[in-house]
């Protein structure tokens, strides 16, 4: 079965600071596929990045950063030079080949707060 | 280009009484989804569509909820009775196919209050 644990419920950093996020997941899957979204207080939820299990590679976009290791089954996902505008709920999601790729699980969410 | 459009985007109802909310997906997208997201917590799948048929109905609780996407494109998921633990965001999410490169596209979300 497919699990997904953040177990960060919440986090507060002042403007500027690094924070991480953290992702575990559980599949028995070998081939699968990890995803962060955030969710801003409007509601909808908002792709930021999908990975392949088969693709360890780090990636960067701007000051956002993830760091997939399959070794201990995270994804971790970490904002440089936070601001305010990232307050949201970032969510961690696994969806397993065997299911098509159709069936997502998402995590619990992890709150962050961006003080000025 | 549109993103996938939700309404109401509130309601509020007394137990018992029926819902429905609506959805219009991307266009193009032929694979929607239903999720619904309890306070606190992450989404959790009711149902899938491809196109007009529903390929993945078994977290749906059909003594209550039904759904419908009759011409493959919008759709409209609804509760009777509603029930006080039906409180919750529902949210409509679509999609160009599997493994999306782009993942979901979600829309805002219906937030349901059962009082």
């Known amino acids: 079965a497919q699990k997904v644990t953040q177990a960060q419920t919440e986090i507060s950093v002042v403007e500027k600071e690094d924070v991480t996020l953290d992702c575990v997941y559980e599949?028995?899957?070998?081939?699968?596929?990890l995803f962060w979204y955030k969710q801003p207080p409007s509601g909808e939820l908002v792709f930021l990045i999908r990975?392949?299990?088969?693709?360890?590679q780090n990636e960067i976009s701007g000051r956002y950063s993830w760091n997939f290791q399959k070794s201990t089954s995270s994804f971790n996902f970490t904002i440089t030079a936070s601001q305010v505008v990232d307050s949201a709920v970032y969510f961690c999601?696994?969806?397993?080949?065997?299911?098509?790729?159709?069936?997502?699980?998402f995590g619990a969410g992890t709150r962050l707060f961006v003080k000025a | 280009e549109a993103g996938v459009v939700q309404s109401p985007r509130y309601k509020i109802i007394e137990k018992k009484q029926p819902v429905a909310f609506w959805c219009n997906p991307i266009?193009?997208?032929?694979?929607l989804y239903w999720y619904r997201q309890n306070l606190g917590q992450g989404p959790e799948l009711l149902i899938r569509?491809?196109?007009?048929?529903?390929?993945?109905d078994s977290q749906l609780p059909k003594d209550r909820f039904s759904a419908e996407r009759l011409k493959g494109v919008d759709s409209t998921l609804k509760i009777q009775p509603a029930e006080l633990g039906d409180s919750a965001v529902y949210l409509c999410?679509?999609?160009?196919?599997?493994?999306?490169?782009?993942?979901?596209?979600f829309g805002s979300g219906t937030r349901l209050t059962v009082v």
């Open positions: 266009s193009g997208h032929n694979t």
């Open positions: 599949t028995r899957d070998t081939t699968y596929y």
């Open positions: 990975r392949n299990s088969f693709d360890e």
């Open positions: 999601a696994l969806s397993e080949a065997n299911t098509g790729g159709f069936k997502t699980i």
């Open positions: 999410a679509s999609s160009g196919g599997a493994l999306s490169n782009y993942g979901y596209t």
């Open positions: 569509y491809e196109n007009e048929e529903a390929v993945d």
